[in-house]
């Protein structure tokens, strides 16, 4: 049962779920809930434990039956909670990256990473790949220890209670819920999400009260989303995963990144590809252009020389020297050359087309898998509309925001939950 000062979940993760009826009423002697928070996810869960710390009673509304849908799913189900290093290069936003600084700064990694480690009982582990994963590797641990942390600091949850309006009057916020029930809140922390993974329950309800109470909502757009392609056949190649370079221009370059690529079914996945994907997804991006540079370790720094070398070996031989041997078919195919044709015998023509291709290979992208497989949303709130020292809204007294719901987009490798974690803790400390 959802009982007043105590966070609903018992032992274990998933909580056991109860919708009460009317809404948990706010402690005795109080009129309105001091804070309301919509949306436990990680951001909601960071900004009760911090709001709730500072002895104030905190009422969290969240739509799914279980809390920290995204956490559990996080990672390969490992949850990257965090990055091992971090500035704010490491995010995308329409605004000021001093802004992104200053927010990042209210909370250094490494105390975030000792919050994990002695408050929540999450003790972390770096990769090679610099990402910092929890030591047990179950990202089901890291729901269980927030919610925890939000039992013992007195948190309410109400789970199965999907808020459907929030207005403005009277001092405070009333909160409806989409079977009519309603509560009234002092100060209200919206840490609704974004749009991506919609089966979680993220349909941007968030972002229309934030407009509807006087906010901009930037356009959103699915990033860190495989990309799709109906051009050059590349489905022949699907499951193969490759070193490149990526360069996406409009017209100047405007991006580059390095990681492994995969071809998909449908287009292109893999760390760089979704690292890249907001250059193309975003409103602003369309008509970027995407090339890949094939980028094995060994791979010749010039492949016009290399080329030249001639001699008896078949063109495709050489290279399969450094490149996945379906790939170095592959663009023997695009270049409209025959694979066995040897370096001695390779026309000049057909031998720039094929440099090209493995320089700067075109990747036509149609589009992007969308919301269903994104993992995070671009634009949102502008950080401007919100003090970067309380994520307090500068135009509604009261209303502040958290994590994804901020036009703010991390690249992969926990940056994502690390912005929501700092900025949940920051929006907690200011509502409580
Ligand atoms: C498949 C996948 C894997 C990911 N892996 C990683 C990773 O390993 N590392 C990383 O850093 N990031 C990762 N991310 C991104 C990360 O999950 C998000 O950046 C992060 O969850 C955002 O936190 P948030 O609290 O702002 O939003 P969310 O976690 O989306 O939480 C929003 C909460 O609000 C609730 N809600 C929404 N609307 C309502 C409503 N009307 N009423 C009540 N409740 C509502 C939702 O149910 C949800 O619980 C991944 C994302 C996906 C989709």
Same mark, same amino acid.
């Given at each position: 049962?959802?009982?007043?000062?105590?966070?609903?979940?018992?032992?274990?993760?998933?909580?056991?779920?109860?919708?009460?009826?009317?809404?948990?009423?706010?402690?005795?002697?109080?009129?309105?809930?001091?804070?309301?928070?919509?949306?436990?996810?990680?951001?909601?869960?960071?900004?009760?434990?911090?709001?709730?710390?500072?002895?104030?009673?905190?009422?969290?509304?969240?739509?799914?039956?279980?809390?920290?849908?995204?956490?559990?799913?996080?990672?390969?189900?490992?949850?990257?909670?965090?990055?091992?290093?971090?500035?704010?290069?490491?995010?995308?936003?329409?605004?000021?990256?001093?802004?992104?600084?200053?927010?990042?700064?209210?909370?250094?990694?490494?105390?975030?990473?000792?919050?994990?480690?002695?408050?929540?009982?999450?003790?972390?582990?770096?990769?090679?790949?610099?990402?910092?994963?929890?030591?047990?590797?179950?990202?089901?641990?890291?729901?269980?220890?927030?919610?925890?942390?939000?039992?013992?600091?007195?948190?309410?949850?109400?789970?199965?209670?999907?808020?459907?309006?929030?207005?403005?009057?009277?001092?405070?916020?009333?909160?409806?819920?989409?079977?009519?029930?309603?509560?009234?809140?002092?100060?209200?922390?919206?840490?609704?999400?974004?749009?991506?993974?919609?089966?979680?329950?993220?349909?941007?309800?968030?972002?229309?009260?934030?407009?509807?109470?006087?906010?901009?909502?930037?356009?959103?757009?699915?990033?860190?989303?495989?990309?799709?392609?109906?051009?050059?056949?590349?489905?022949?190649?699907?499951?193969?995963?490759?070193?490149?370079?990526?360069?996406?221009?409009?017209?100047?370059?405007?991006?580059?990144?390095?990681?492994?690529?995969?071809?998909?079914?449908?287009?292109?996945?893999?760390?760089?590809?979704?690292?890249?994907?907001?250059?193309?997804?975003?409103?602003?991006?369309?008509?970027?252009?995407?090339?890949?540079?094939?980028?094995?370790?060994?791979?010749?720094?010039?492949?016009?020389?290399?080329?030249?070398? #001639? !001699?008896?070996? +078949?063109? &495709?031989?050489?290279?399969?020297? *450094? $490149?996945?041997? %379906? @790939?170095?078919?592959? =663009?023997?195919?695009?270049?409209?050359?025959?694979?066995?044709?040897?370096?001695?015998?390779?026309?000049?023509?057909?031998?720039?087309?094929?440099?090209?291709?493995?320089?700067?290979?075109?990747?036509?992208?149609?589009?992007?898998?969308?919301?269903?497989?994104?993992?995070?949303? #671009? !634009?949102?709130? +502008?950080? &401007?509309?919100?003090?970067?020292? *309380? $994520?307090?809204? %500068? @135009?509604?007294?009261? =209303?502040?925001?958290?994590?994804?719901?901020?036009?703010?987009?991390?690249?992969?490798?926990?940056?994502?939950?690390?912005?929501?974690?700092?900025?949940?803790?920051?929006?907690?400390?200011?509502?409580?």
């Amino acid at each position: 049962m959802v009982r007043p000062g105590r966070a609903e979940f018992l032992h274990g993760y998933p909580p056991s779920s109860v919708s009460d009826r009317p809404l948990p009423a706010p402690p005795d002697g109080l009129l309105r809930w001091p804070v309301v928070i919509v949306g436990a996810g990680a951001a909601g869960m960071m900004t009760a434990i911090h709001a709730a710390r500072t002895g104030v009673p905190v009422l969290v509304l969240e739509s799914a039956r279980k809390p920290g849908a995204k956490i559990k799913v996080s990672g390969g189900g490992r949850c990257n909670v965090l990055p091992s290093v971090v500035d704010e290069g490491d995010f995308h936003t329409e605004g000021s990256s001093k802004a992104v600084r200053k927010v990042l700064r209210s909370w250094p990694l490494d105390h975030v990473t000792a919050f994990f480690a002695d408050d929540l009982g999450i003790p972390l582990k770096v990769e090679d790949t610099g990402k910092v994963f929890p030591v047990s590797d179950r990202s089901g641990d890291v729901v269980v220890a927030l919610l925890r942390a939000m039992d013992r600091a007195g948190v309410t949850l109400a789970t199965d209670t999907r808020v459907a309006d929030v207005t403005r009057g009277d001092g405070g916020f009333t909160v409806t819920t989409t079977d009519d029930r309603s509560v009234h809140a002092d100060r209200l922390v919206l840490t609704t999400g974004g749009l991506s993974l919609p089966k979680t329950g993220s349909d941007g309800a968030g972002y229309r009260w934030a407009r509807t109470l006087g906010h901009t909502v930037l356009p959103r757009y699915p990033a860190l989303v495989p990309l799709l392609t109906d051009t050059g056949d590349w489905d022949r190649l699907a499951g193969l995963a490759v070193p490149a370079r990526l360069t996406a221009r409009a017209p100047k370059v405007v991006w580059e990144g390095e990681g492994d690529l995969l071809v998909t079914h449908k287009g292109f996945s893999g760390p760089v590809v979704l690292d890249a994907s907001y250059r193309v997804a975003a409103p602003w991006g369309q008509g970027t252009a995407l090339t890949a540079r094939w980028a094995a370790a060994d791979a010749p720094a010039d492949w016009d020389v290399h080329l030249q070398q #001639g !001699g008896a070996r +078949p063109v &495709a031989a050489v290279l399969r020297d *450094t $490149l996945p041997r %379906r @790939l170095a078919d592959h =663009l023997c195919g695009l270049a409209d050359i025959d694979p066995s044709t040897t370096l001695g015998a390779l026309r000049r023509d057909d031998r720039k087309r094929l440099v090209s291709l493995l320089e700067e290979c075109p990747l036509h992208v149609t589009g992007t898998e969308g919301y269903r497989t994104a993992e995070v949303t #671009g !634009g949102g709130v +502008p950080l &401007a509309e919100l003090s970067t020292t *309380t $994520l307090e809204s %500068r @135009l509604v007294p009261g =209303l502040h925001m958290a994590g994804e719901i901020i036009d703010v987009t991390g690249r992969l490798g926990g940056y994502n939950f690390h912005w929501a974690w700092v900025t949940g803790r920051l929006a907690g400390l200011a509502a409580g």
